[in-house]
């Protein structure tokens, strides 16, 4: 059996080496997407001073700036920080980016496609491979492979502590890259089980949604403002401490015709680690502004608050700078396994060529 399994392992492990080095890389990349948007582009993503004006204030000079297209969604950003406006342009459902800084209501950029920015790209290509829909599928295969890479490694090595920071230097590089492979493998499988686990889940549910939802985008096409213009979305963001004590409004998704209705994400101050920062929402009817409902992840089901932790769990953030460092760090460590595996059977495979040949 043990045999059998080493087999598997090894093949699991040909098989998916290319494509997970790719979303191991870019992943370990994306941990620290806002520190590199700030690298890149500081001209479009970092705002001029840590104040800002009111939402609805915002929200004026935004559309007084883009007459051609509707705002559609509004992330708030951290202090210092340009807010990220999503929008698509009238006669068409084709969302674009741009940036806004919150302390002077001035557009940093005109809208621009969702991967213009680097990272953008880099998100794109690590959950799709950029290769759409049939990459959401792909690359949910490579996860499961992943988690059954972890779970067949800790069984070929189950007495791991014996050896585990053991490597066999002077014993030739075939032995040196199998006690890496081992040390590296056991070191980062609790990490590699929970991305494997989330990435899955939430590509496998983006794939059905896309694929089975039923969507067309052509019935979605803009034709006019979907909220009346008159709203007090100065009063609706007070509103939201009112349903909810306490509520951090993190993103507004405005109406179109696939959304009706405004609706507030966000999250209590008090949030555990495991929230994520969209997990509660407050709607308001988009001509009357009246609250419509409120919804607190705290009181939500079990279901909905383990996928809500997803987001912490899989980006490393439930632990600060920390985390975030040791997630960048145990995520690009499949990086290493790929190469060192591929390696290691082709080193094998000369060997046997050699022995044949004898």
Same mark, same amino acid.
């Given at each position: 059996?043990?045999?059998?399994?080493?087999?598997?392992?090894? /093949? %699991?492990?040909?098989i998916v080496a290319v494509p997970l080095f790719i979303i191991a890389l870019s992943g370990s990349l994306l941990v620290f997407k806002a520190e590199l948007d700030a690298w890149l582009s500081p001209e479009q993503v970092l705002a001029s001073a840590d104040s800002r004006l009111g939402f609805g204030q915002l929200l004026k000079h935004a559309d007084q700036a883009l007459p051609e297209h509707e705002i559609l969604g509004w992330e708030f950003a951290a202090n210092g920080? +340009?807010?990220?406006?999503?929008?698509?342009? &009238?006669?068409?459902?084709?969302?674009?980016?741009?940036?806004?800084?919150?302390?002077?209501?001035?557009?940093?950029?005109?809208?621009?496609? &969702?991967?213009?920015?680097?990272?953008?790209?880099?998100?794109?290509?690590?959950?799709?491979?950029?290769?759409?829909?049939?990459? /959401?599928? %792909?690359? +949910?295969?490579?996860?499961?492979?992943?988690?059954?890479?972890? $779970?067949?490694?800790?069984?070929?090595?189950?007495?791991?502590?014996?050896?585990?920071?053991?490597?066999?230097?002077?014993?030739?590089?075939? $032995?040196?890259?199998?006690?890496?492979?081992?040390?590296?493998?056991?070191?980062?499988?609790?990490?590699?089980?929970?991305?494997?686990?989330?990435?899955?889940?939430?590509?496998?549910?983006? @794939?059905?949604?896309?694929?089975?939802?039923?969507?067309?985008?052509?019935?979605?096409?803009?034709?006019?403002?979907?909220?009346?213009?008159?709203?007090? @979305?100065?009063?609706?963001?007070?509103?939201?401490?009112?349903?909810?004590?306490?509520?951090?409004?993190?993103?507004?998704? %405005?109406?179109?015709?696939?959304?009706?209705?405004?609706?507030?994400?966000?999250?209590?101050?008090?949030?555990?680690? !495991?929230?994520?920062?969209?997990?509660?929402?407050?709607?308001?009817?988009?001509?009357?502004?009246? !609250?419509?409902?409120?919804?607190?992840?705290?009181?939500?089901?079990? /279901?909905?608050?383990?996928?809500?932790?997803?987001?912490? %769990?899989?980006?490393?953030?439930?632990?600060?700078?920390?985390?975030?460092?040791?997630?960048?760090?145990?995520? @690009?460590?499949?990086?290493? &396994? +790929?190469?060192?595996?591929?390696?290691?059977?082709?080193?094998?495979?000369?060997?046997?060529?050699?022995?044949?040949?004898?």
């Amino acid at each position: 059996m043990r045999r059998f399994l080493w087999k598997w392992h090894g /093949l %699991l492990g040909l098989i998916v080496a290319v494509p997970l080095f790719i979303i191991a890389l870019s992943g370990s990349l994306l941990v620290f997407k806002a520190e590199l948007d700030a690298w890149l582009s500081p001209e479009q993503v970092l705002a001029s001073a840590d104040s800002r004006l009111g939402f609805g204030q915002l929200l004026k000079h935004a559309d007084q700036a883009l007459p051609e297209h509707e705002i559609l969604g509004w992330e708030f950003a951290a202090n210092g920080e +340009a807010d990220s406006l999503y929008v698509a342009k &009238m006669g068409s459902y084709e969302w674009q980016k741009l940036w806004l800084d919150p302390a002077t209501g001035q557009l940093l950029s005109p809208p621009m496609s &969702m991967t213009h920015m680097l990272t953008d790209w880099l998100l794109e290509l690590h959950y799709t491979l950029l290769l759409d829909h049939a990459g /959401l599928l %792909l690359s +949910a295969l490579v996860s499961v492979l992943l988690i059954l890479l972890g $779970l067949s490694g800790i069984v070929l090595h189950r007495h791991f502590w014996r050896t585990l920071f053991t490597l066999r230097f002077g014993r030739g590089l075939r $032995l040196l890259l199998s006690d890496g492979h081992k040390m590296l493998g056991i070191l980062g499988v609790p990490v590699f089980l929970i991305l494997g686990f989330t990435g899955a889940w939430w590509n496998i549910e983006h @794939f059905i949604d896309e694929e089975f939802g039923g969507h067309d985008d052509s019935q979605f096409v803009l034709t006019k403002r979907y909220y009346n213009a008159e709203l007090d @979305f100065d009063a609706m963001l007070a509103a939201t401490q009112e349903a909810l004590p306490g509520f951090v409004a993190t993103y507004v998704r %405005l109406p179109d015709p696939s959304y009706p209705g405004v609706h507030f994400f966000g999250h209590q101050n008090n949030k555990g680690p !495991l929230r994520s920062r969209f997990g509660s929402i407050i709607s308001f009817d988009d001509q009357t502004g009246k !609250l419509s409902s409120s919804f607190d992840v705290r009181t939500a089901g079990t /279901l909905y608050q383990f996928v809500d932790s997803f987001r912490p %769990l899989h980006y490393g953030t439930f632990g600060g700078l920390t985390t975030r460092i040791l997630w960048c760090l145990l995520g @690009f460590l499949p990086c290493l &396994m +790929a190469l060192s595996g591929f390696w290691m059977w082709r080193s094998r495979v000369r060997g046997r060529k050699r022995t044949a040949r004898r």
